[in-house]
């Protein structure tokens, strides 16, 4: 296992990119309607919806850079806990696969755990720390 070890920093960057651009994906159906989804056509850049979608365009746009990594996931982190209570649990608490909130939870816990690890070895938060 110590010689995988090595990678961590690395893998820890694409774990960060890659859940950024599926966070992203969110807020652009959102936003911009790309992807088109009809859930989405008559959104209200002033509701809550319009406000998640605000968050997940910008702060998955931070997180993929790897720009301010740590508060940004916490905020998402805190974003994807309220979405879950808000929108899922009601249906079915503590089954997340019977109520749709799977993408939720893993969206909430691994912005918590990027909130505590920092963004790995390609952001660009490593190059704002060596002014």
Known sequence: MNALSKFQPVLLSVLRIVTA????????AKL????????????Q???????AGILEVFGG??????????????????????????????KAPLLPLMNGGEPAVLFCFVFLYLSA???GAWALDN?????
């Open 117 to 119: 690890s920092g963004g």
């Open 61 to 90: 746009l931070l997180l993929l850079l790897g720009l301010f990594t740590r508060p940004v996931a916490f905020i998402l982190s805190g974003q994807m806990a309220v979405a879950y209570f808000m929108a899922h649990a009601a």
């Open 45 to 51: 850049l002033f509701s809550l919806p319009g406000l």
């Open 32 to 43: 911009f309607g790309m992807p088109y989804m009809e859930y989405f056509a008559d959104l």
């Open 127 to 131: 190059l704002r720390g060596k002014r």
């Open 21 to 28: 651009y599926l966070f992203m994906l969110h807020g652009t």
